[in-house]
Nanobody, 116 residues
Framework: QVQLVESGGGLVQAGGSLRLSCAAS?????MAWFRQVLGKERELVAS????????YVGNYVKGRFTIARGTDAYTTYLQMSSLQPEDTAVYYC????????????WGQGTQVTVSS
């Protein structure tokens, strides 16, 4: 089990950019970013397998969001560009300990608000 701490959320105008960071307290196999709007289900935004650096980015953010690993091996970034009001949500970082394992460890979430 690892602790995850997100940072980098905030208020931005449509078309702007933000970078979210997720710092893990230990090594994990896969890290992912999810987002959730109040009253809706949490959805996967992007994920990254650290050993292979295999990345997945959801179709609705592809070309605008990228996920990357930090140089310290315990940090994952979500670079968000061309933000739109529909990207407004609480963004959560999550970690899975091995291949095929569920995302069991979650951060506290960081709010991203995009104004039109």
């Amino acid at each position: 089990q690892v602790q995850l701490v997100e940072s980098g959320g905030g208020l931005v105008q449509a078309g702007g950019s933000l970078r979210l960071s997720c710092a893990a307290s230990g090594r994990t196999y896969s890290m992912a970013w999810f987002r959730q709007v109040l009253g809706k289900e949490r959805e996967l935004v992007a994920s990254l397998n650290w050993p292979t650096l295999t990345a997945y980015v959801g179709n609705y953010v592809k070309g605008r969001f990228t996920i990357a690993r930090g140089t310290d091996a315990y940090t994952t970034y979500l670079q968000m560009s061309s933000l739109q009001p529909e990207d407004t949500a609480v963004y959560y970082c999550a970690a899975a300990p091995g291949p095929g394992r569920a995302y069991d460890d979650w951060g506290q979430g960081t709010q991203v608000t995009v104004s039109s």
